[in-house]
């Protein structure tokens, strides 16, 4: 059947009337049903191994483009949509966002799915439904609050399914039943699954603030989402709702195990299991106690397990390292309990050094610990990520099995991150080399021979301030502020923590504004965007986000000041907002403490969108600045090596980087009159000592470089065509970032499927 003639019967079929009668919402209605019906069609791919991609969060973004690209009806919609004089961008911005993730990682699991599918691999995502998705940020008074998340629609992207289990979470018997989201491949023919579980007819209960863990579990188990990014929930529900999702899991990696024709004790040969980050660890013990009910030995049953499972490791960030009282886990799922000892137990009889045990000598699960020993396969998420964890990290476990340890750099979703969001850069590209970059990224690189093309570079420039003045009007109709598209967009957008150094951008929104303040005017004005969420209880980066607030509002007051810089914070930002932020960005903020930030991914989408990076030497930013070259890029700071070495010696003193002249009156200015006249005093002040006196993540170790090098870049902007040229190369060797690349690794080295 034509298109035209499906949207027609759809539309009428739901709404008794014709498409160009159709409000917004109802064609958007008719097009989700579409798609998902299609998608929902396509055929699994085959093979005889298949993979289980386990992850507490997928923070998938708004499905409709994304879909209709896969289903090749991208074009096709779009331009049947504009023969009606209507627009899929206006449909789009009717669909909730499902924000079922925190950040990078929840983000990166999306991308998987994405790449999996595309390769035309059998892989399908297995996480939860959450009713409430990350909470929506509202600013007030100049700091954060939280308001639900209620993303659920009536007749949205989930298919109910038959598949029900049994789960006992302590004392109580529950039902798991599931619900999918088909993930069609682009160019591939064939679609995979997202399976989220959710409590058979829970009675949900109403927002209760943070505290999860009041309220009984049945209730609230598949409620929320923990809004905790690179920090850890030691919180019992957490445990219960892990527990709820491995156990859902592993069943039903059985029942396809037996659907298929395969003996349990066959389960390495047919299955693999990623497990991203800890929080579905527990899948390993619940695998071994299902394996036993079904008549495999104790040891048997872990060998299997242990040729099934990989573990990926996503920072280094002490906080964050999941241990589980065991009276926790004796609560939530006692079942575990005598085979987690077990294991243990084998694990210390062969590795007796107490740096590696499972169980601490405070009866503690060492989830980590617990993957390595018994998965087959342990990766770090960038090259410098990688090789802190088998020479620092975890060394004690890289020299029991070095053969385990391997890297995969992360990647990004080309046809999200570039394909869909910058269609004005897609035309630019198309134009030069034509369209095989969509099945392959690193042809991209065939942009190199247009570096000193006038005529390309010029319609670049031309691009980007599109991108820019697309942004100012998104962001003047739905937040009132009025951005300057002629100045410079300096972007930072990542959740808040300490370490990402937030903060010490801030010094120098405030540097730049003494030096107006002094008569002293920059080339061109700069706009200094910042977008992201604070974890409710992390008292700190909330700090950061008022003094952030309490900037901007200052120079919005400012005559003198607001027509050279501005600062603009994003309320709630989540996807949809990156999907307009990053198009539109000139310089990249990447200022992570070197060794802190495992890998970022926002930094490849914006090199694949070509802005130019202000970074550290940090994550993926070695990586880039390895691919562009030297004067491609903008790098500072202190090195990896360095920040390791002053963590190891205690020997990192902020008093003295406070007293040098010039950062001592950047700090003070967070208790200036000024300041104090719009802000809470005791927030600005709780954050002026700490950054004074403990400053854990070092951020006046490196504002000086950090300034010099930002003032270096935009001197270098004014020099248009030489920018250009930096934007255009990195656009071009942004395609070794691409997820589908990323996938192809994890399938020949860990995976081998198909
Ligand atoms: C997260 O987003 C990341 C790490 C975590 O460690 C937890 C969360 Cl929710 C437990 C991020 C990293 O901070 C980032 O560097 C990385 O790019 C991303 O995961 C994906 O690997």
Redesign the pocket.
């Known amino acids: 059947m034509q298109l035209s003639e499906e949207i027609f019967q759809l539309t009428q079929q739901h709404f008794g009337r014709a498409p160009d009668q159709c409000d917004d919402r109802q064609l958007y209605q008719a097009l989700l049903i579409l798609a998902r019906q299609r998608a929902g069609e396509r055929p699994a791919p085959t093979g005889e191994r298949k993979l289980y991609y386990f992850s507490a ?1 997928f923070l998938l973004g708004k499905l409709l483009s994304n879909q209709l690209l896969a289903l090749g009806l991208y074009q096709p919609v779009k331009d049947y949509l504009a023969g009606m004089g209507r627009d899929l961008g206006v449909l789009e911005s009717m669909e909730p966002e499902p924000s079922l ?8 699991a999306a991308c998987f799915l994405d790449s999996i599918a595309a390769l035309g691999l059998p892989g399908d995502g297995v996480g939860l439904n959450y009713h409430f998705g990350l909470f929506r940020q509202v600013f007030s008074r100049c700091k954060q609050t939280e308001e639900p998340d209620p993303w659920l629609q009536p007749d949205g992207w989930l298919i109910p399914t038959r598949r029900a289990f049994p789960v006992s979470l302590g004392n109580t018997q529950v039902t798991a039943v599931m619900y999918d989201i088909a993930i069609p491949g682009a160019g591939s023919g064939c679609a995979n699954r997202l399976h989220l579980f959710d409590l058979a007819d829970p009675a949900h209960a109403p927002w209760v603030g943070i505290d999860f863990d009041k309220g009984d579990i049945a209730h609230n188990l598949t409620s929320f989402l923990y809004p ?5 929930a030691g919180r019992l529900l957490r445990v219960y709702q892990q527990y709820f999702l491995v156990s859902a899991g592993a069943q039903l990696i059985l029942a396809e195990l037996e659907e298929r024709g395969f003996a349990p004790d066959t389960l390495a040969d047919h299955v693999v299991i990623q497990i991203n ?2 929080h579905p660890s527990m899948v390993i013990p619940e695998l071994v106690r299902l394996l036993m009910d079904r008549g495999l030995t104790f040891d048997r049953a872990a060998d299997q397990v242990t040729a099934a499972c990989a573990y ?4 280094i ?1 002490a906080e ?2 999941e241990t589980w009282p065991m009276s926790y886990i004796q609560t939530a799922a006692p079942q575990l309990v005598p085979i987690l000892r077990r294991l243990d137990q084998r694990a210390k009889a062969a590795h007796p050094d107490p740096r590696v045990a499972i169980l601490d000598g405070e009866d503690r699960v060492h989830m980590a610990h617990l993957d390595i020993h018994y998965g087959f396969s342990v990766n770090g ?2 090259q410098l ?1 990688t090789d802190i964890l088998k020479h620092t990290e975890l060394k004690p476990f890289c020299d029991i099995y070095p053969q385990k340890f391997s890297n995969k750099t ?1 990647g990004v979703t080309f046809r999200r991150w570039l394909e869909t969001c910058d269609q004005p850069l897609v035309s630019l590209i198309d134009d030069c080399i034509g369209p095989d970059w969509r099945r392959d990224a690193q042809k991209l690189e065939g942009l190199l021979q247009f570096q000193h093309d006038p005529a390309v570079l010029s319609r670049l420039l031309e691009v980007k301030q599109q991108n820019k003045d697309r942004l100012c009007r998104l962001l003047w109709s739905e937040q009132g502020l009025d951005l300057d598209p002629s100045s410079v967009f300096d972007v930072q957008i990542k ?1 808040f923590h300490e370490y990402k150094r937030q903060q010490m951008n801030a010094l120098a929104v405030i540097h730049q504004y003494l030096e107006i303040k002094a008569g002293r005017l920059p080339q061109r004005p700069v706009t200094v965007l910042f977008g992201g969420k604070a974890a409710p209880a992390y008292v700190m980066a909330k700090h950061i986000i008022h003094l952030i607030l309490c900037l901007q509002k200052l120079i919005e007051q400012d005559p003198q000041v607001r027509p050279w810089l501005r600062v603009a914070m994003v309320e709630n930002y989540n996807v949809t907002w990156a999907e307009a932020l990053i198009p539109a960005c000139d310089l990249s903020e990447q200022i ?1 403490l070197a060794s802190k ?5 926002g930094n490849m989408k914006f090199m694949a969108n070509g802005a130019v990076t202000l970074g550290t030497m940090d ?2 930013n070695v990586e880039i600045a390895g691919l562009v070259g030297e004067e491609n890029i903008y790098t500072f700071g202190a090195s990896s090596d360095q920040v390791i070495a002053l963590y190891r010696d205690r020997s990192y003193d902020p008093r003295a980087c406070y007293h040098r002249p010039q950062v001592e009156r950047l700090v003070d200015f967070l208790v200036s009159p000024e300041l104090l006249a719009i802000g809470d005093p005791a927030s600005l002040s709780t954050l002026w000592h700490d950054m004074k006196s403990k400053d854990w993540f070092m951020a006046l170790l490196d504002v000086e470089d950090y300034i010099r090098t930002k003032a270096e870049a935009l001197r270098d902007y004014e020099c248009r065509t030489a920018w250009a040229e930096k934007m255009l190369v990195n656009i071009a060797r942004s395609g070794y970032f691409s997820s589908d690349r990323t996938i192809r690794q994890y399938n020949e080295d860990i995976w081998h499927l198909n």
């Open positions: 969060e993730g925190n950040g990078g990682l929840g983000r990166l905790d990014d690179s920090d850890r980050d800890t990926t490791n996503h920072t960030l964050a390292l998420v960038a990520h992360n959740r992570s930030e495992a890998s970022g991914t994550g993926a």
